[in-house]
Each structure stands twice: as C-alpha cells, then as structure tokens.
C-alpha cells in the first residue's frame, strides 16, 4: 500500500535530499547560539548507512565540538530539536540522548519527517545559552 504525500515538493526538495547548503551561517549580535543542521558527518560525509541511534551519537558529539568551539558544554543548551525519519527508532534514540544530557534535560521536541538532507535518518537543531 502507497501511502500518500502529506506535502508537495518544495524548490529545495527537488533535487532530492543531497541538498545540503540551506542552513544558517551565523547567529547575530545575541547571548544565544542557534546551532542548526547537526547532521550525523565523519570526515565531510553523511553516515547514512549508520542506523538512526548511531546517526544520532554522530550529531551530538558533533554539537558537543560546536559547543566546545564557543567555550560551552551541554549543560548550557536550552532547547532541541530533533528530526528523524523513523519513530520506530523513537525509543533508541531517546536513549542515546539520555546518555549525552545525563544531569540537564533541556526542552525538547522531537519531528517525524519523511526525508533528511543527505539520506541522514537523524539530525538536530539546538538554542544555546552564551551567557
């Protein structure tokens, strides 16, 4: 059984999902940090044959980097977001997150998609505390 398009493809999505430039540079003169598009990348590539929990152990260490770059460390996020392709791996990636945010739960909302950029399973976005 097909099941239907909830969306029509947008000018970003018709080149598929190897499009991967439509993110932010930079955040403006703010105590906050916007830290979007964390896909799950070792060496400039995509993992995407990793499974979802392991796509998502690749996007929170790489936050983690960005974080470290801005002298902060996870205790300063205060607000994720976080995009996957399948909710059957909701549970599982749950428990990956837990083990980065073991003290500090921050808010978080988690987004069922049909596509990421790049054929990723997983991906997030963060708002981070620079005070």
Known sequence: MTVPRASNPTRRQRDGTAFVGGFGKTTGDSDLLFVEGQL??????????????????????????????????????????????????????NAVYEQHFQDTYPARTTVGVCDLLGGASATLDAVVALE
């Open 40 to 93: 799950p990348k070792r060496d400039g590539e995509i993992q995407r044959h990793l499974t979802a929990p392991e796509q998502m152990e690749l996007c929170l260490t790489t936050l983690e980097s960005t974080l470290a770059a801005h002298g902060r460390e996870l205790d300063a996020v205060l607000q994720v977001t976080i995009y996957i392709t399948d909710m059957d791996s909701y549970d599982e990636i």
